[in-house]
């Protein structure tokens, strides 16, 4: 997806580093600033302002997927932004009486907020939840929802979009949340300190598997879990046992999924890096049988410490439990072992905190 920003100047931002920036965070799109130019008068309304722009610019706006207008000129309904096809303007009227934070941060998040109604997010909660979807019916909850950005288990199940998509949303959440939550615009934060991508699960497998562990990988994703997959995550063109030597020293956790062909050779060393990562820093790593394993899998003796997760029955059970362990694992305890099979792999070590109790709504 292609996305083109502006800004008149009514609003201070650097657009130039926001788009690179925003660019960098969203694996699923590309973002550019437009050449031309905008005057929207006293007051916005959708459709009628979107439709008066110069042609130049409808031009300019018509060669990318979506076109993204950043002003402080107020819509007359008071809203923070309405779109007429791909053509979104979004108004910061105001803005320094909702919050501190600074409109880098705003434009970020309501860029993760538009990107995610076009992937098909459903309709907004009505009730104020913290949720990304939320309806500021009052606007001051901006400032609360840019240091909590999240989106809800209900709507990224309701998401129908491409869960690559779902993904550039979330990064970009985790953007303007930390850097919210430090009282700090999202560009000085990230000048300092590039972030690195920081993956929960290595997904360790023999080649033989590689249709079912993309299956089980695209529903790990589509579940907001960051997922290393070879195929993904290795640039082309690079030495590769680098690369994976790097991941194995820092992911989360580890899957071992072992298939009717049991495990391959690169899988063993692989296996053999995990289990000193293991004793080192307590990273978890869970043994998964795919559906197609035999009835008696021949496991290593180490990996048969580990607490495993069958798939050969209720898979779909099986992998609310993984998401669930991938995504709350256990503070490390570096001796614990558990023995006991077909157990969770690891309990959740604190539940969804639902952090706003009060908040406003607002927006669209
Ligand atoms: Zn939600």
Same mark, same amino acid.
């Given at each position: 997806?292609?996305?083109?920003?502006?800004?008149?100047?009514?609003?201070?931002?650097?657009?130039?580093?926001?788009?690179?920036?925003?660019?960098?965070?969203?694996?699923? %799109?590309?973002?550019?600033?437009?050449?031309?130019?905008?005057?929207?008068?006293?007051?916005?309304?959708?459709?009628?302002?979107?439709?008066?722009?110069?042609?130049? /610019?409808?031009?300019?706006? %018509? &060669?990318?997927?979506? !076109? +993204?207008?950043?002003?402080?000129?107020?819509?007359?309904?008071?809203?923070?932004?309405?779109?007429?096809?791909?053509?979104?303007?979004? *108004?910061?009227?105001?803005?320094?009486?909702?919050?501190?934070?600074?409109?880098?941060?705003?434009?970020?998040?309501?860029? %993760?907020? +538009? +990107?995610?109604?076009?992937?098909?997010?459903? *309709?907004?909660?009505?009730?104020?939840?913290?949720?990304?979807?939320?309806?500021?019916?009052?606007?001051?909850?901006?400032?609360?929802?840019?240091?909590?950005?999240?989106?809800?288990?209900?709507? !990224?199940?309701?998401?129908?979009?491409?869960?690559?998509?779902?993904?550039?949303?979330?990064?970009?959440?985790?953007?303007?949340? $930390?850097?919210?939550?430090?009282?700090?615009?999202?560009? *000085?934060?990230? !000048?300092?300190?590039?972030?690195?991508?920081?993956?929960?699960?290595?997904?360790?497998?023999? $080649?033989?598997?590689?249709?079912?562990?993309?299956?089980?990988?695209?529903?790990?994703?589509?579940? @907001?879990?960051?997922?290393?997959?070879?195929?993904?995550?290795?640039?082309? @063109? #690079?030495?590769?046992?680098?690369? /994976?030597?790097?991941? +194995?020293?820092?992911? $989360?956790?580890?899957?071992?999924?072992?298939? !009717?062909?049991?495990?391959?050779?690169?899988?063993?060393?692989?296996?053999?890096?995990? /289990?000193?990562?293991?004793?080192?820093?307590?990273?978890?790593?869970?043994?998964? /049988?795919?559906?197609?394993?035999? %009835?008696?899998?021949?496991?290593?003796?180490?990996?048969?410490?580990? #607490?495993?997760?069958?798939?050969?029955?209720?898979?779909?059970?099986?992998?609310?439990?993984?998401?669930?362990?991938?995504?709350?694992?256990?503070?490390?305890?570096?001796? $614990?072992?558990?023995?006991?099979?077909?157990?969770?792999?690891?309990?959740?070590?604190?539940?969804?905190?639902?952090?706003?109790?009060?908040?406003?709504? &607002?927006?669209?």
């Amino acid at each position: 997806m292609r996305i083109v920003l502006y800004a008149d100047n009514t609003i201070p931002v650097a657009l130039e580093p926001l788009s690179n920036l925003l660019t960098r965070t969203c694996a699923s %799109a590309e973002f550019v600033v437009g050449a031309e130019t905008f005057h929207l008068g006293s007051a916005v309304t959708c459709p009628a302002t979107h439709r008066s722009l110069s042609k130049k /610019l409808k031009a300019e706006v %018509a &060669k990318h997927d979506l !076109a +993204i207008l950043c002003t402080a000129v107020p819509y007359e309904n008071n809203f923070f932004f309405e779109a007429d096809g791909h053509l979104v303007i979004i *108004s910061f009227a105001g803005w320094h009486l909702l919050t501190r934070l600074p409109i880098s941060n705003g434009i970020a998040y309501f860029v %993760a907020s +538009i +990107i995610a109604d076009i992937g098909g997010i459903g *309709s907004t909660h009505d009730e104020n939840t913290g949720c990304l979807n939320d309806f500021f019916w009052d606007k001051a909850g901006i400032d609360v929802a840019m240091r909590a950005a999240f989106v809800c288990a209900d709507c !990224a199940g309701r998401f129908e979009g491409d869960p690559d998509v779902l993904e550039s949303v979330r990064r970009l959440l985790d953007l303007v949340s $930390s850097a919210s939550r430090q009282e700090k615009d999202i560009l *000085s934060v990230t !000048a300092r300190t590039p972030e690195p991508t920081r993956f929960d699960v290595f997904l360790c497998h023999n $080649s033989q598997d590689k249709p079912a562990v993309r299956d089980i990988n695209t529903k790990l994703k589509s579940s @907001g879990v960051r997922t290393w997959l070879d195929e993904e995550q290795l640039p082309l @063109g #690079t030495p590769w046992q680098p690369e /994976l030597e790097n991941r +194995i020293s820092d992911v $989360s956790a580890a899957c071992v999924f072992v298939g !009717a062909s049991g495990l391959g050779p690169w899988q063993n060393a692989e296996i053999r890096g995990f /289990l000193s990562e293991f004793m080192a820093r307590a990273c978890p790593v869970i043994p998964v /049988l795919l559906p197609n394993a035999p %009835a008696v899998p021949d496991l290593p003796i180490f990996l048969r410490q580990m #607490t495993w997760l069958d798939l050969r029955q209720e898979p779909e059970r099986g992998l609310g439990r993984l998401v669930e362990a991938l995504k709350h694992p256990p503070l490390p305890v570096p001796t $614990s072992t558990s023995t006991k099979p077909d157990e969770p792999a690891h309990t959740r070590s604190r539940e969804s905190s639902s952090r706003l109790t009060e908040r406003g709504l &607002k927006k669209k």
